[in-house]
């Protein structure tokens, strides 16, 4: 294919013709097609649905250790469950609280408590004049909009293949005590599918931060979910490597079944040192008596062991690979060689992470909607949603069926190439 | 029966001589009974067995809208499961938010979202020097434990057979701006079983707080835990009271199927107006994507209606009764007459709310801990723990199996007497 640049005007003109022809033809089908979140198919929920058949009235609801489910109780987690989820995080069960069904709702208070309780002890941060989050980007909104929220300032830091600018996260946090904390998707990163290298991983335990209470956000969201049997990424285990690095206190780990069993029906955790969890119990003993221990139970029965929900996670890929596979094959066979656009091709997780030419994001957002198909929002994988070279988009292909999605990706390439075309020319004139 | 203290030291050195030895019986018992908190029993637990059955995957887990239980989003909860809760709680399901499994935890998170983002534009109440709290006594430790949490200062405010004492709460919130709320649990009151009257109820809808982010916070958590099928406490609805004295955003509602379905597995809400959902839904879309609704939907199609849930807690009744009744009896028969002691008979709830000579209730807490039964620490039932008179204690009937409750009433009555009778012989000296 031609470089789009490479062309002259008057090919570039005739191409947009034809282009918007095509177009057109879209906007007639009246699509209704919504890519803008990470939600699992129904094809993927249906997956799960034995969890609805493994307790029944017949059964025992008790632990190993006497507790039964169906009553108050047991702050923290039950311990088949903190076992399972310790499994899937890789960390002794003893460093885990298992929450509620969301671990957006645990990060959420992680903040929250730290701005009126603070940090083992340091000063609630409500009582700062000013607390400040690195940020780095392309991320993921949902963690931007908490820290938003308090009132946090945000600082972008570039991604790039081996995960966050690690010279700048470390000049940063050793020089200002004002960062308070880093926002990290680790494996199949939110939204470009990186997962951090091991010299990341090693660097990030070694942080030497000015502030006492700052700490690593490590929400590994994405920890089982591979799209392949083999060719898999591998994550340096963070309490493991903090702790070696004699520094157990520096990171708060978090996860969720949400994108295993059923998104809003999981359960979460957090997993970190016993000191932080100490600081997390004094407060999660005034907020409840404890989390749905039956969904805990359930959970368990469903799963069995770690081995089991590989195994499940193995059925996720069947789903989500041919998609992945679509919509990289769709841009290369479409975009690939007009150099007017790159994405990532990831070996798990939920997003792929699209680039087009600066400036050109926003506009190909909002033509994608004008022909029916919903897209996350322009400029919402950085901080205040504003992407300073409006390029980024953010792919997510696993709610709609594969054949929608494939209609989808082609209005969104088509999409992509008229606007690309419009920047060219204008910048010509 | 002759008071204790008409009778003559001798007399009550006698008498206490027979009571020891009847203690020491019961030590050597080796008793192991807790009635420490209100938790249903294990024969209760199983009337909601059938919960488990409801939802099975051959079922099709979509509400009435189209809505896929199974998936993400509905950040205020299905419909199905506001008509059922608003039934419930007697509120429009309009005025509802349906949360996780914890109603303890919506009032938390209430308190900690007004410390850091105040209340309906209000300055956050971490901004501020003091802020107070009224707490009707006897309480509800955990609601204490909450304000206590936060740094709140808290004002004890009597209790009687109406409700608090109204007229000290009308002059203190209209006389002090600092004054941001007051805890109350209307209905079968833990611990004193108490109602609030008509006019109690009027007399809050007409509250003129000083602090315009004033609020009532209504724990009606035991709205249809009546132990008798006539003979039931009736309350006026405060959402709709508060809406004819013209101050509609003054309470907000508590509620949840803890004590319906399961403790831990149920589901929570929130009733208020639409001023003050508008304001919680300001944070609460960034604390979450949504609540657990495969649960809303087990709850929705467990109970189908509120008549299905009402016919449900004819058999918690069933279960509770005779529990409060033994309870009661056994208080009659030992202690009646003998003027050290007075209790309340709830028609429903949870607790029994037991008055001992001022200074002893701690005395009789101990004695029979040693003996093997555990109560409610004394002073819990005040804030920061601190009984003034040292004489109220809690008592939770409903966990222990019938043949352990009266044991460990007998227990209890025996320790009152002892404690009791030093009391008044060391007055003499």
Same sequence: chains 1, 2.
């Avoid at 979140?37 to 609801?61: F, I, N, W, Y």
């Avoid at 680790?186 to 599918?193: A, H, I």
């Avoid at 290298?197 to 969201?221: C, E, G, M, Q």
Wanted: net charge negative; with cysteine.
């Amino acid at each position: 294919m031609q470089p789009y640049t490479e062309m002259s005007t008057e090919e570039l003109q005739a191409l947009r013709k034809k282009l918007s022809s095509h177009y057109r033809e879209f906007q007639v089908k009246d699509l209704r097609l919504d890519m803008s979140r990470g939600k699992p198919s129904a094809e993927q929920l249906d997956l799960s649905m034995g969890m609805m058949d493994v307790l029944s009235s017949e059964d025992d609801l008790t632990c190993e250790d006497g507790t039964d489910c169906r009553n108050y109780g047991v702050l923290t987690g039950i311990k088949e469950a903190k076992e399972l989820i310790g499994d899937m995080m890789e960390v002794n069960p003893e460093n885990i609280i298992i929450y509620g069904n969301s671990s957006l709702n645990v990060m959420f208070d992680t903040i929250a408590r730290s701005m009126t309780h603070g940090v083992m002890g340091c000063t609630p941060w409500c009582k700062l004049d000013k607390v400040k989050f690195l940020c780095p980007v392309p991320g993921y909104d949902r963690h931007f909009a908490i820290t938003e929220y308090f009132g946090i300032e945000m600082i972008n830091v570039p991604m790039d293949e081996n995960g966050p600018d690690m010279d700048m996260v470390e000049q940063l946090v050793a020089s200002d005590d004002t960062i308070k904390g880093i926002w990290c998707v680790p494996k199949y990163s939110n939204p470009t599918g990186t997962s951090y290298s091991d010299a990341t991983v090693r660097r990030f335990a070694r942080l030497k931060p000015a502030a006492p209470d700052f700490r690593i956000y490590w929400d590994n969201a994405y920890g089982v979910h591979h799209l392949y049997d083999h060719d898999q990424d591998h994550l340096i285990e963070i309490l493991a490597e903090c702790k070696r690095a004699g520094a157990p206190d520096l990171v708060y780990k978090f996860s969720s079944t949400s994108k295993i069993s059923f998104p809003g029906s999981g359960i979460a955790a957090i997993a970190t040192s016993h000191n932080n969890l100490e600081d997390i119990e004094k407060q999660l003993k005034f907020q409840t008596i404890g989390h749905d221990k039956v969904n805990q139970l359930r959970h368990v029965r469903f799963f069995g062991d770690i081995h089991g929900m590989c195994e499940h996670m193995r059925l996720h890929a069947d789903v989500m690979r041919p998609k992945f596979e679509a919509v990289t094959s769709i841009l290369e066979r479409e975009l690939g060689g007009l150099e007017i656009a790159s994405w990532t091709s990831p070996k798990g997780g939920y997003f792929i992470s699209f680039d087009s030419l600066d400036g050109c994001a926003k506009s190909i957002v909002a033509r994608c909607k004008k022909a029916g198909l919903i897209i996350t929002g322009a400029g919402a994988t950085y901080p205040y949603g504003r992407d300073p070279h409006d390029s980024n988009i953010r792919i997510a292909p696993s709610y709609p069926p594969l054949g929608d999605l494939v209609v989808a990706m082609e209005l969104f390439a088509l999409c992509v190439k008229i606007v690309s075309i419009d920047k060219i020319l204008a910048e010509r004139k």
